[in-house]
T-cell receptor, first 112, second 116 residues
């Protein structure tokens, strides 16, 4: 059974810092890995999708990497801003299934 | 709006009542998912539709939960005889393609169900 873990559970940084969020998963037979952002009381917003054959994806100040063999992904946020404050969720889709298995998220607070 | 729409936004039900939660996916999206999110947790998969076919219902916690998508667009999640442990946010998501494709999910804002 696939299990997804995110570390740290919460992170507080001053504006302008670069930061890394970590995600690990137990079953390496994944189809893709996705990073989402969730604001309080809202649904999830898709940030990046990394296919199993890819090593990384970039969008603006965000960069996500994938090491399938070791069961790890990182989300790098450059030059953090207060508007980046949210919960960041990592999710994996196993090969042969359509469902995503989510971690419990990292709650990020960026202070001005 | 072009996003996924869910209604009602909030629902309070007395234990034992039946509830129905509605999801309007993005027009033309083939895949539709329901997830349940408890406070402080990540979403957990409930069920998946490709067009009108329910291809995976392995996440439905009991036979009190039922989902349908009869015409391949709007979906309804029904919970019969609600229990306190059903209190959660129910999220609907859609994607443009079906199985075997890497298409991102678009989520609605969810329905927060509170069972008293």
């Amino acid at each position: 059974k696939q299990e997804v873990t995110q570390i740290p559970a919460a992170l507080s940084v001053p504006e302008g810092e670069n930061l890394v969020l970590n995600c690990s998963f137990t079953d390496s037979a994944i189809y893709n890995l996705q990073w989402f952002r969730q604001d309080p009381g809202k649904g999830l917003t898709s940030l990046l999708l990394i296919q199993s054959s890819q090593r990384e994806q970039t969008s603006g100040r965000l960069n996500a990497s994938l090491d399938k063999s070791s069961g790890r992904s990182t989300l790098y946020i450059a030059a953090s801003q207060p508007g980046d404050s949210a919960t960041y969720l990592c999710a994996v889709m196993n090969t042969g299934f359509q469902k995503l298995v989510f971690g419990t998220g990292t709650r990020l607070l960026v202070s001005p | 709006g072009a996003g996924v729409s869910q209604s009602p936004r909030y629902k309070v039900a007395k234990r034992g009542q039946d509830v129905a939660l509605r999801c309007d996916p993005i027009s033309g999206h083939v895949s539709l998912f329901w997830y349940q999110q408890a406070l402080g947790q990540g979403p957990e998969f409930l069920t998946y539709f490709q067009n009108e076919a329910q291809l995976d219902k392995s996440g439905l916690p009991s036979d009190r939960f039922f989902a349908e998508r009869p015409e391949g667009s709007v979906s309804t999640l029904k919970i019969q005889r609600t229990q306190q442990e059903d209190s959660a946010v129910y999220l609907c998501a859609s994607s443009s393609q079906g199985q075997g494709y890497n298409s991102p999910l678009h989520f609605g804002n969810g329905t927060r169900l509170t069972v008293t």
